[in-house]
């Protein structure tokens, strides 16, 4: 089994595997002493993301507009939100767990869901600012990479060796399953990224080049192999209908026709692709690692590639403030402008402002 989307982007983002680090030292320290009095104490209390201003600035592995806010999560329990696209962020009052977050989803302006490591997945009914524990299971040591929701009552979440549960009862706790992903389907792979195309079908970017796809809201897949061997981290939809997966070393593909055939797109890069997105004026955006974003203004063909001053890592994109989009990643969230040239500038000024400063 190859690494996982969090192992292999750990190899880029040495943050990323200090967190994990830090996490499980944390649960030891936490954990332990509580579960030698777990007879007399009853069951444990789920332990809150600590409250930081520098929350924002922390890893942050996926944003999602809920309406018009804009909420993200990552490491430590960290959901931060924006009602600004962007330009400023408040935490989350109330998030009752301390793992990692790698995945958020809203179905509605004010109902989301979010998942990640030790099997961890919590909800919000207030739009991201308060939360509640829906389902966790830390002695699988499983993590979850993605969670869908095809109504406000049935949705699932799914992550590493193929690990997968829904519910039918809106997520709460208690009602979700266990299940796999289609009936014979005996696959382990890692689900790395969950999306959907136009038409609503899914579609799971996962390891050796395996795409899943559902043309029935997830009940079932089937397994699709691409011409690549290497893994797929993340893709989406795009507004003609097509999609595009991405993954290690600038390989991305798209397909016109439900993922039956693949053509390979010119990144522009070697660099490792974790995130992309199509804007609401049409361009595409990719990100990933060593400073890594790709601007297309021809439709996904061709990618311009800028990088980043600080050269880390970044697993998310969305639109911002007019004129700019905001990126999420090693530091945080960050804004930055939606043209290359504009974006080029920006950089060679951070540069020179760097080295003067240096001086």
Known sequence: MSASFIETLSSGMPRLRSAAIALIA??????????????????KKPAYAMQSALAPESLLLDATY???????????????????????WTQAASVPTQ?????????????????????????TRDGGENWDLVYHDPESEMAFMAVYFEN??????????????????G????????????????DDYHLNKLFTDKDGDLYIAAEFGIVYYSNDKGRTFTSIQTQYEGSFWGGFGMSDGSVMVFGMRGNAFRSWDKGQSWTKVDTGTDKSIAGGVQLGGGKIVLVGLQGYIGYSDDNGKSFVEVTRADRLGYAAV?????????????????LMPDDPEKAREAVGARITAASEGGS
Do not use: C
């Open 66 to 88: 809920a309406d018009g806010r804009l909420v993200a999560v990552g490491e430590f329990g960290h959901v931060v939100y924006s009602d600004d696209r962007g330009q400023t």
């Open 26 to 43: 944390t649960a030891f320290a936490i954990v332990m002493p509580a579960a030698a009095q777990d007879e007399m104490d009853g069951p």
């Open 152 to 169: 406000e009552n049935r949705g699932f979440a799914v992550g590493a060796f193929a690990f997968m549960v829904e519910t039918q009862e």
């Open 99 to 123: 793992a990692t977050l790698t995945g958020v989803t809203f179905i509605n302006a004010k109902l989301g869901f979010a998942v990640g490591h030790d099997a961890t997945i919590i909800r």
């Open 171 to 186: 997520g709460e706790e208690g009602s979700w399953e266990e299940r796999s992903l289609s009936e014979g389907l005996l």
């Open 318 to 334: 969305a639109d911002g403030p007019e004129g700019q989009i905001a990126v999420f990643g090693e530091p945080g969230a960050k």
